[in-house]
């Protein structure tokens, strides 16, 4: 298991990692989820022991790695480039972790089909590097990465530079090649759908520190706090009432709607918010993006005592609902898109919070 406590690492005066804590227990995969610049990368690479660490432990069962280098932790690594050897063969490259006196040839040969078989690549293992797509050679990465058998796999943006259907594609199968070996891995990304597609764990990374850690669905669900909130797709934050139902159970209402369980706080992504006749809330089109699902729409709310302190909200409606701007709706609230935030949000919404639970 690895284990790493109030990790700090500093460029100069500056902490792009600060105090963290973080622990991956075997066989799991945890996703580093944070906006660019928030410092996941340099948590990958100070765990792979590439950047030294200002303050703070990373332990592999127990074991304190400080003194242990790089290529003696027994971790993988894979970058949005893997960088492959451009003169080898696809066999040349995945063999390459493999060079130790435990490997005998025969078990080396056995190996490198074994992994390409396992990424799509079977059949492969004659090709050279340089013919490949970049899809196949971020399998080929993997493959490589994984040959040894490393008891820790860090993966930093490993699909980033491959365009989107290639990345779900890729995205699926590189889950699948995880779950199978039963691979303990920390999977770095920007992207909260790759994030999801992946984890068993999530880690929400914000100015060097972890935001929330959690259940993937919970912190979906439930985020810590509005920064959270919104950095997961919930693009207004509401005030709410909590009250106990008759079952005995929680429910919050908003000025929006209700949704189950207990907070005073709720977000709402795009898809918690939709055009329905049935709605209880007014409003006009501010704007309109098309798109081939929905259509999504910004919102300027309005009801009978007047405009309501939320101001805009985002909302989805059918692709060929004919909406323009200043066209009046009405909006239903779906709670599934819907998030119940376990703190307080910012001040500044404390305002519309008094205002609206009087
Ligand atoms: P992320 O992976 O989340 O995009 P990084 O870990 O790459 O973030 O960077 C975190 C912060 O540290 C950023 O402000 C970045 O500019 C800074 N940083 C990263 N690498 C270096 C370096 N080698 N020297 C100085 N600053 C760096």
New binding site residues.
């Given amino acids: 298991m690895l284990a790493v406590r109030g990790l700090t690492v500093r460029?100069?005066s500056?902490a792009?990692?600060a105090e963290v804590d973080l622990e991956v227990p075997d066989g799991q995969v945890l996703a580093l989820l944070?906006?660019?610049?928030?410092?996941?990368?340099?948590?990958?690479?100070a765990v792979a022991g590439l950047?030294p660490a200002a303050a703070g432990t990373v332990c592999w069962d127990g074991a304190d790695l400080a003194r242990i280098p790089v290529h003696r932790r027994g971790f993988g690594l894979m970058f949005q480039d893997g960088v492959l050897f451009p003169h080898r063969t696809v066999a040349g490259n995945v063999v390459y972790g493999l060079r130790g006196p435990g490997w005998s040839a025969p078990a080396r040969d056995r190996r490198v089909a074994e992994l390409l078989e396992l990424v799509g690549l079977a059949g492969y293992g004659a090709r050279r590097v340089s013919t490949l797509s970049g899809g196949e050679a971020q399998r080929v990465a993997l493959a490589r990465a994984l040959a040894p058998r490393p008891r820790l796999l860090l993966l930093?943006?490993p699909l980033a530079a491959l365009d989107r259907a290639l990345r779900e594609r890729l995205l699926a199968d590189l889950r699948l090649a995880l779950s199978v070996t039963g691979t303990t891995a920390i999977f770095?990304t920007?992207d909260q759908q790759e994030a999801f597609a992946v984890a068993d764990r999530l880690a929400v990374?914000r100015a060097?520190r972890i935001a929330q850690c959690g259940d993937p669905r919970a912190v979906w669900s439930r985020p810590v706090d509005d920064w959270v909130a919104r950095f997961l797709g919930c693009t207004t934050v509401l005030p709410a009432r909590p009250h106990r139902l008759p079952d005995g159970t929680w429910a919050s209402s908003t000025f929006l709607g209700e949704v189950a369980g207990r907070a005073e706080w709720v977000g709402l992504r795009p898809s918690a918010l939709l055009v329905d006749q049935r709605g209880t809330a007014h409003g006009t089109v501010a704007a309109v993006v098309p798109g081939p699902e929905h259509q999504v729409l910004t919102v300027q709310l309005s009801g009978p005592d007047g405009e309501l302190p939320a101001g805009r909200v985002q909302a989805l409606a059918d692709p060929d609902a004919e909406l323009e701007i200043g066209s009046a709706v009405r909006l239903r609230l779906d709670p599934t898109g819907a998030a119940l935030l376990q703190g307080a949000a910012r001040a500044a919404d404390a305002v519309a919070h008094d205002t609206l639970s009087r």
């Fill in positions: 460029y100069g500056v792009a990692v944070g906006p660019s610049g928030c410092g996941k990368s340099t948590l990958l690479r950047e930093d943006e770095v920007h990374m060097g």
